[in-house]
């Protein structure tokens, strides 16, 4: 650990404000308790085509498990990700008995 610059046994404000990158959070992140409270939802593209020429990839993750699923998707089209989120909604009410009450994406223009 690299200490102050000056032999001082208290760290000053301006020293500390140097040296940090960014503000720490503000607020407390308060996780759902109940299985699908919240999801969610991201996209993000492959390096590489999957051998059946997807490029882009989804994950719903549970916010209360953190269980994450990832389903590949040949586009970011909103028709290929509601059909992506259909089959993942099914399956989820079916599997836990429990409803999807929120879902979280970062307002992506897939999304819409």
Known sequence: MVGPPHDCA???DS???G???RRPFDEVVIHETELGGCIHIDLFESPDISIGG???GMTLTNDT???TECRLIADKSAASTLEVFKIFHAWFENTTSKRIKRV????GTEFK
């Open 15 to 17: 020293c500390m404000a």
């Open 104 to 107: 979280h994406t970062d307002g």
């Open 10 to 12: 208290i760290i000053c």
């Open 54 to 56: 997807k490029r882009y």
């Open 65 to 67: 498990s953190q269980f």
């Open 19 to 21: 040296r940090n990158n």
